[in-house]
């Protein structure tokens, strides 16, 4: 088993234990925010995720630090969760254990996240489409978008649902053209 595999084995747990307080305590889009709040935040900021992950600081240091950071900012039931992963020193997982959170309520609520890589930047109406035709496609309520500006495409774009992927950029359509002729040229006659 890979070392993610076994960090997803190990966050599961937790991230199912979250949603059930959530949703017992009918907060489930108060929790997505507040743990993308914090997602955001961890991504910015290197020299706060490398001080939650050091293992030689003292719990009690950084359960400060989170009342201090979030105490008015996310609902008590994250702070609460925070350090329960504090105490248990599963705080290194939070990334994971945030992304099986959103992974199970999406499912709970039939939310389909698309991953969208892009040359340019989609405007209103694009993205009105793309939710659209991605609604007819996984016959979901609701899709999310998750877009990202990839220059290397050229043009065109890449879905990512789940384990699917559309690949429309002529980027993929040249690697595409350039393994068919290498596998061809490997072919003796």
Same mark, same amino acid.
């Given at each position: 088993? /890979? /070392?993610?595999?076994?960090?997803?084995?190990?966050?599961?747990?937790?991230?199912?234990?979250?949603?059930?307080?959530?949703?017992?305590?009918?907060?489930?889009?108060?929790?997505?925010?507040?743990?993308?709040?914090?997602?955001?935040?961890?991504?910015?900021?290197?020299?706060?995720?490398?001080?939650?992950?050091?293992?030689?600081?003292?719990?009690?240091?950084?359960?400060?630090?989170?009342?201090?950071?979030?105490?008015?900012?996310?609902?008590?039931?994250?702070?609460?969760?925070?350090?329960?992963?504090?105490?248990?020193?599963?705080?290194?997982?939070?990334?994971?254990?945030?992304?099986?959170?959103?992974?199970?309520?999406?499912?709970?609520?039939?939310?389909?996240?698309?991953?969208?890589?892009?040359?340019?930047?989609?405007?209103?109406?694009?993205?009105?489409?793309?939710?659209?035709?991605?609604?007819?496609?996984?016959?979901?309520?609701?899709?999310?978008?998750?877009?990202?500006?990839?220059?290397?495409?050229?043009?065109?774009?890449?879905?990512?649902?789940?384990?699917?992927?559309?690949?429309?950029?002529?980027?993929?359509?040249?690697?595409?053209?350039?393994?068919?002729?290498?596998?061809?040229?490997?072919?003796?006659?």
């Amino acid at each position: 088993m /890979s /070392s993610q595999g076994f960090m997803s084995k190990i966050a599961t747990p937790y991230a199912e234990a979250l949603m059930e307080s959530a949703s017992a305590d009918s907060i489930l889009d108060k929790v997505n925010e507040d743990l993308s709040l914090i997602s955001e935040i961890l991504n910015e900021s290197q020299e706060l995720k490398t001080f939650f992950y050091n293992p030689l600081i003292a719990k009690e240091v950084k359960k400060n630090v989170v009342n201090q950071l979030f105490n008015n900012q996310v609902h008590s039931l994250v702070i609460r969760f925070l350090l329960v992963l504090i105490d248990r020193r599963r705080i290194t997982l939070l990334d994971i254990i945030i992304s099986k959170y959103l992974e199970l309520v999406y499912q709970l609520q039939s939310i389909v996240v698309a991953e969208i890589l892009t040359p340019i930047v989609l405007t209103d109406v694009q993205q009105s489409a793309l939710v659209s035709k991605i609604r007819d496609i996984t016959n979901s309520k609701t899709v999310k978008l998750v877009i990202t500006i990839e220059p290397v495409l050229i043009a065109g774009f890449i879905i990512k649902i789940g384990s699917k992927t559309i690949d429309t950029s002529l980027h993929g359509r040249l690697k595409h053209i350039n393994d068919y002729l290498n596998s061809a040229s490997s072919i003796s006659i």
